[in-house]
């Protein structure tokens, strides 16, 4: 279930219009007509691009008085951040592994008359 629920996180953000909303709710909740200020696109639009951030579980919509507020649900966040963190700690671990095999390199190695010539060898 939680690669689904990633999936459906990192989807509802490849659209860039989507990611603005994203950018735009993590300084504070907006309404639609808020949210869709900026863009040349109809309120239907924005609803839809909004519907695809909540079917993800990145929004939530509340209800106060006369004003309906998108909120950013931060907690989906720590979802991507694991995902992505582990694969930064397995990069890094390849690296490390690298600098370790080039440090234990002689510095002398001449190169080969490929790699003079600007050949890959």
Not at 8 to 32: E, K, N, Q, Y
């Amino acid at each position: 279930m939680a690669a689904d629920a990633l999936s459906r996180v990192f989807s509802a953000l490849a659209d860039p219009t989507r990611r603005d909303m994203v950018a735009r709710l993590a300084v504070g909740d907006a309404t639609v007509n808020e949210l869709a200020a900026p863009y040349e696109v109809s309120l239907q639009a924005v609803s839809k691009h909004l519907k695809v951030l909540e079917d993800a579980g990145l929004v939530s919509r509340s209800r106060e008085a006369q004003r309906r507020p998108v909120h950013l649900e931060a907690q989906v966040f720590d979802l991507m951040t694991k995902w992505i963190e582990r694969y930064r700690r397995q990069a890094e671990e390849r690296y490390r592994r690298l600098d370790d095999v080039l440090a234990a390199m002689p510095d002398d190695v001449a190169p080969t008359a490929a790699q003079e010539e600007g050949t890959p060898s």
